[in-house]
């Protein structure tokens, strides 16, 4: 009898999104078997209340239970679930953690240094080369430049927080959308500035990044190999910043290519993924599927999976 595969889970619980990734561990290499993902806002009360807020808590925690019992389904064992900003921030993490414990989940808040090292050794196949990782969270905004603790700079300039921060109309005024370019180069250049070096290129990563991709490409079903590695110019960037800040949010969400939920908080991510091209001189973004999840899968695999 054939020896059943080895499946494992990785958890991202996010400000904006919570994602799932079961991949099978194949010699030295882990395919995956099955992607999930649900925009909860987690963090949306945050900057008003520093709390989670209950719908977005009792929305998190149901897809919990959910991916628990896809993992059931599947028969997975070894797995990890993360949290990143919003948990770290919430004055009510300690009940979410109980309610995702009690849905068959245990989570672990990460520190910012993790969850950048983390990122960098799932987006290791691009990041060679002189390239500058950026990964745009719902929370916060990471700029990897290496493996290393000192290789990574972590700032509270996630989409979710943005609009926190921030009036935007539906669709923005100009006057609104220079206010919110102004503030976010004045702080990556002043977050990044010990990095002025020669970084060829930008990888994006998470949501804002292969949104833009799935639009460029007028995506309707979203599909993952072709996300990973796909380029965009500046220009192309520039453009889609340009449209999207002139449609509603329910323009947007007809889009090809618009993942539900993502029409709000796409234009604050657009904004810096452009400011942050344009601080470095880049002129070319590789935009990468692979992340964070990734990179704990690989902590799994290599019996690393915990801590650091």
């Not at 209950?54 to 896809?70: K, M, V």
């Not at 993360?82 to 989570?107: D, H, P, Q, W, Y």
């Not at 700029?143 to 000192?150: H, N, R, W, Y």
């Amino acid at each position: 009898m054939q020896a059943r595969m080895r499946l494992l889970a990785a958890i991202d619980v996010g400000t904006n999104t919570v994602r799932m990734l079961v991949a099978a561990q194949e010699g030295g290499g882990l395919r995956p078997v099955l992607r999930r993902r649900r925009i909860t806002a987690l963090g949306k009360s945050l900057r008003e209340s520093g709390s989670i807020g209950e719908r977005e808590f009792r929305d998190s925690i149901a897809t919990l239970r959910e991916f628990r019992r896809e993992m059931d389904a599947l028969g997975v064992v070894p797995y990890r679930a993360c949290g990143t900003a919003g948990l770290r921030e919430a004055s009510n993490r300690e009940e979410f953690l109980a309610a995702a414990a009690k849905a068959g989940i245990s989570v672990e808040i990460i520190s910012a240094r993790e969850e950048a090292r983390r990122t960098w050794e799932g987006a290791v196949g691009k990041t060679r080369g002189g390239a500058l990782v950026m990964d745009i969270g719902g929370g916060s905004t990471e700029f990897i430049a290496g493996p290393k603790g000192t290789d990574s700079v972590s700032l509270p300039i996630g989409v979710v927080v943005l609009l926190g921060f921030f009036r935007m109309s539906d669709p923005p005024l100009p006057a609104e959308l220079r206010n919110l370019s102004w503030f976010l180069t004045d702080r990556i250049g002043a977050g990044t500035r010990k990095w002025r070096r020669g970084f060829r290129r930008l990888v994006g990563t998470a949501g804002t990044f292969t949104t833009l991709a799935a639009l460029e490409m007028r995506m309707k079903t979203y599909r993952p190999e072709r996300i990973d590695g796909f380029r965009m110019g500046i220009s192309a960037v520039r453009r889609w910043a340009t449209r999207l800040s002139r449609l509603t949010e329910e323009e947007r969400l007809r889009l090809p290519g618009m993942e539900k939920g993502r029409e709000r908080y796409i234009i604050p991510g657009i904004i810096q993924a452009l400011a942050a091209m344009e601080i470095f001189g880049l002129s070319d973004l590789d935009i990468s599927d692979s992340g964070l999840l990734e990179g704990i899968l690989r902590g799994i695999a290599n019996g690393k999976g915990e801590g650091g």
